[in-house]
């Protein structure tokens, strides 16, 4: 330790404590050599927010001397879904001078903003899909339907990328890819997969994720899981809607003939058409009730009724019937100016949770050795967690008109916890 004027200089090691001495005790000499003096850092700092409780900078030149081997500076994938939602971004990080990080704390939120120098030229051929021409690919407007758990929009051309696999993926993958190319091929009665099918769709999609209101009519499972649906735009309605109509039939076809081997119960499908929609729906037959004694537990399958819609372009495939249907009617919120926009809203979160309380509890005594009470508190504190928040929204948005991308994360506080990081905020402006 060392007290150099105002500073208190503390190490563990000597040698690094020799450095910083020197630069102290030489500040002009020090200038020279400092971070200040680095343009990438400049350059930095000129656009940091004046509130920002904290900010991070990162030289992404050394970080890649560093661990220039990494699979995250590595031009293939392993994992075609985090491809398909990050790929773009690891050509950013092979280019960029540097990464900065800003934490904001207002009286209901939590926000983290981390931005890069951006080109367009920086995204070579075989990513294209990934940002769109000239990066200027959005996400499609929000279904707004009831208890929404979470939404993923995003500007992905899914049959570029499906075409580019030899150059994104390794062999392995594309082994997997070729062989579920050939099966989906066969289903769409032997048109290529990558381009006749995907190629029919836009690149916006959105997946939609909510928690599922059952009727006293319906089986309900011993486990009830949220409902989920892709959402797309078709290029040719005309030609598209019979293609994944008969598509559709004839994998709940193949599907039932499985299920029959597994004993499972089978899918009945049913038709519904208006003047401009069109849904066909697929429903398991109900279970059987034993001639005595207590019925067992309604199986996890009875959670789906998978279903097909259409109206006018837009295509929705949904696990069940409720989804589709409301996703066709209901308003949309306004499109996002962003790459890519995630949301999560907890309190739909909590209450799948509340749901499945019994179920998740039983779980735990049997997996864990849990008693009763051990299992019903880990429960409760996992349902406590999530009480802090209301929500949680990441967007990732490149701006060409300043040569900038940035990703931003923004956590919505409940009152209490907004109250603490109000607290957290204070503190930090007084140590400023």
């Known amino acids: 330790a060392a007290v150099v004027g105002e500073w208190l200089l503390v190490v563990n090691k000597a040698e690094a404590g020799k450095r910083l001495l020197d630069r102290l005790l030489d500040l002009k000499a020090a200038d020279e050599q400092s971070l200040s003096a680095v343009p990438a850092w400049q350059q930095a700092r000129a656009s940091r927010p004046l509130q920002a409780a ?31 939602l990050f790929g773009g971004l690891q050509n950013v990080l092979n280019s960029t001078d540097w990464l900065q990080a800003q934490l904001q704390i207002a ?52 049959s570029e990328m499906w075409q580019r696999a030899g150059d994104l993926f390794n062999a392995d993958i594309n082994d997997r890819m070729a062989e579920a190319e050939s099966n989906l091929g066969t289903v769409f009665g032997g048109r290529d997969f990558g381009d006749e099918v995907l190629g029919a769709f836009g690149p916006e999609m959105q997946l939609l994720a909510a928690r599922q209101r059952f009727s006293a009519e319906q089986p309900i499972p011993a486990i009830q899981l949220p409902a989920f649906a892709l959402v797309l735009t078709m290029k040719d309605a005309a030609t598209m809607r019979p293609e994944l109509r008969r598509a559709f039939q004839s ?37 059987r009730r034993p001639t005595a004694g207590e019925a067992p537990p309604v199986p996890l399958i009875y959670n789906f009724s998978p279903t097909v819609a259409f109206q006018g372009d837009v295509f929705v495939l949904s696990s069940t019937e409720q989804l589709a249907t409301e996703i066709l009617q209901v308003p949309r919120q306004p499109a996002a100016s962003a790459n890519m926009r995630m949301e999560l809203q907890a309190a739909v979160a909590s209450q799948l949770i509340a749901d499945n309380q019994q179920a998740m509890i039983t779980q735990n005594m049997l997996t864990k050795g849990q008693t009763r009470e051990e299992a019903e508190t880990e429960v409760g504190v996992l349902q406590q967690l999530i009480s802090l928040v209301q929500g949680l929204t990441l967007q990732l948005r490149p701006d060409t008109a300043a040569n900038r991308l940035q990703l931003e994360l923004d956590l919505q506080l409940t009152p209490a916890t907004a109250e603490a990081g109000q607290s957290v905020r204070e503190e930090s402006d007084r140590g400023n």
């Open 54 to 84: 904290a900010s991070f900078w990162i030289g992404m030149q050394a970080v890649r001397s560093a661990v220039k081997n990494q699979k995250v500076f590595t031009g293939q994938a392993d994992n075609p879904a985090v491809e398909l």
């Open 107 to 158: 009286e209901t939120s939590l926000q983290l903003s981390v931005a890069a120098p951006f080109q367009t030229d920086w995204i070579p051929e075989n990513r294209q899909w990934f940002f769109g021409p000239a990066a200027s690919g959005t996400v499609p407007a929000v279904p707004q339907v009831t208890e929404l758990l979470g939404s993923v929009g995003m500007y992905r051309n899914v």
């Open 251 to 287: 994998a709940i076809g193949f599907f039932n003939i499985t299920g029959i081997q597994e004993g499972r119960s089978q899918l009945e499908m049913d038709m519904q058409k208006t003047a401009d929609q069109e849904l066909v729906i697929a429903r398991y037959l109900p279970p």
